[in-house]
């Protein structure tokens, strides 16, 4: 599959981190299996699916924290995270520090 189409498909992505991602939804989208879409979102990207999600969501709940100073709790919901504890561990694996240390 060409680059073109996966770039589609990551803009697909990040044009809809609010809602709920499925693989299945995703290779929907593409039109191929979930595998051929893992395979080749990997081979162009050098990212999983699954992982290109959880950065995307973690630098939006990161810069509404640090723009907005919004709850740690809000931030963990717009990350996609109903537990707070389990977005403050992928937060400070992701960069470092905590959620609090980078609100406004």
Not at 60 to 68: E, F, G, K, M, V
Request: glycine share 4%.
């Amino acid at each position: 599959m060409s680059l073109r189409r996966y770039l589609r498909i990551k803009d697909f992505i990040t044009a809809n981190l609010d809602k709920e991602l499925t693989i299945d939804v995703i290779a929907r989208e593409a039109g191929s299996s979930v595998s051929t879409v893992q395979r080749h979102f990997k081979e162009h990207f050098g990212v999983t699916i699954s992982d290109f999600i959880r950065k995307q969501r973690l630098d939006t709940a990161r810069a509404a924290l640090a723009r907005d100073g919004i709850p740690v709790a809000h931030a963990a919901h717009l990350a996609g995270y109903n537990n707070i504890s389990s977005f403050t561990t992928a937060f400070r694996k992701a960069y470092g520090v905590t959620p609090k240390q980078v609100r406004v």
